[in-house]
Each structure stands twice: as C-alpha cells, then as structure tokens.
C-alpha cells in the first residue's frame, strides 16, 4: 500500500520536476554558452578572436593632431 501512495504522489509531481531539473540545467549552461561565444572560433585565419577582442575593447582612440 505504502509503494501505491509514493508512485501516485511520483507520478503527480514528476512533470514539475521534470520542468525544475530543466530549467536549472538552463540556468547552469548559459554562462558556458555565453563564454563560447566570447571565445569563439577566429573570423580570420590565424586570428585569436579572444584576444583580439580583448585589444578592441580595451583600446584607446587615437589623439588628434594639433593644427
């Protein structure tokens, strides 16, 4: 009797488990997606896309010459 009221109540709340273990998977995998597209392949051959877009943030525009 005891094992038919725990696969009744399994069986009841398994969807909303279901739902909870994916939505945390989720959760878990968007900071891994997101450092994949930081780091992602080079657009051209032999360029390192990290640090190269690393250089462009952290660069600073060019003073203007005086006149």
Known sequence: MQDEHFMRA????HTRFSADIARAVKW??????????YMGPASAPGEDSFFARAARRSARPR???AR
Do not use: D, I, K
């Open 63 to 65: 003073p203007r010459r």
């Open 10 to 13: 399994w069986n009841e709340g």
């Open 28 to 37: 878990l995998a968007e900071p891994f997606r997101r450092m994949g597209e």
